[in-house]
């Protein structure tokens, strides 16, 4: 099986019949080993932060495949910490879609003139690019068809489903008394179909969620989310 | 007559029938002492760069005019570096509708993963929020009206006149041989009526010229668009 690529939280290796293999590491993103999902480093290492990251994934994308939202999720082997997915091509070199509930984080800094820290958004969608170097950058529809990362149409079918995953993901993490104040999702374009597909993880480094004014860490919201 | 607001390069008074003079300043935006329009401080003093910025606004608020695009333009005094306008309230605490026909600045900046520099762009529309502690971000027409600074008709309004507005501009540029890189426009809602209003100035320090590949800074712009 070929290493076909290393990434700051996974590595991804080619199946020889077709599928991928995701291998989710130990490796966090964050600074001063403080575990940041919004940070662009890999901070420090956390014992089983892997197999733990995985275990919610495979948790929404098993609830998400069952209602029939288009995902790359084929299978996963917690003990392994390996994920099975169908091979799809990013949009561009790679978005991140964020849907957000409450107005923290980036977009408080951004337009913190006119939010109060935490206050209620309507499900709002914004996209940013994936570029360390320029630190993940907000773009505009427009800016994005400009560029030809996509179409209006595909932007439109991003936006739907980002709602759509979104709110499923807030109303799986209120079962649990959890309060989901934002969540970046990772689409791509089916390599065979074309058609769009959520693909990445859906863990607790992808989510800022609470529990009434308490922040919950991402490997403590995993605990919580697969508890039964 | 009343000082209203002092502005970085700008003062404003209220006239007593209704209407706002507005004095252009000799302060123009800049760091380390050059001229830099896209620029959030006031880097120094040019003597005349405040009536030079006035004629040129004059120039083009009168053909504005007369084609019937809405301006809070009413009549100027070169002489006194003063111009009288209708009053406008504008978006939220100010906005900066952009239009690019190259890819230069903070564009490039921030997408410069998807860009050459200098790239064509097909009068691409954007809008940053008026916010020097936050660096003028750009802020998309979901955000827009999730802020409730406008609303998505408003948006589509200034979009349409924006682009109706700047490739006027470039024409005018282009025929003293000159080309629009892009240009920074503002808008207001008539204080009267509610209508939108192109408000502002329209000068060398709101747009990048170019002849060929020489950049035309904005006084020599002034001089080379109003030389006969």
Redesign the interface.
Known sequence: MELKYQGKTKDVYQLEDGPLLLKFKDDVTGENGVFDPGANTVGLTIDGAGRAGLSLTTFFYKKLNAIEVPTHFISSDIENATMTVKPATVF??GLEVICRFRAVGSFL???????EEGQK??S???VT?K?D??LD???????LT??Q?LSLEEYETLKQRTVEISNFVKAELAKKGLELYDIKLEFGRDAETGEILLIDEISGGNMRAYKGSEYIEPLQLEKIMLSK
Do not use: H, Q
Request: proline share 7%; hydrophobic share 40%; glycine share 8%.
């Open positions: 561009g070199k800094r951004r337009y913190g003139a006119y939010v958004l309507e709002f969608v914004e690019i570029d170097d320029r950058p907000p773009i505009s529809a427009d800016a400009e560029l990362i």
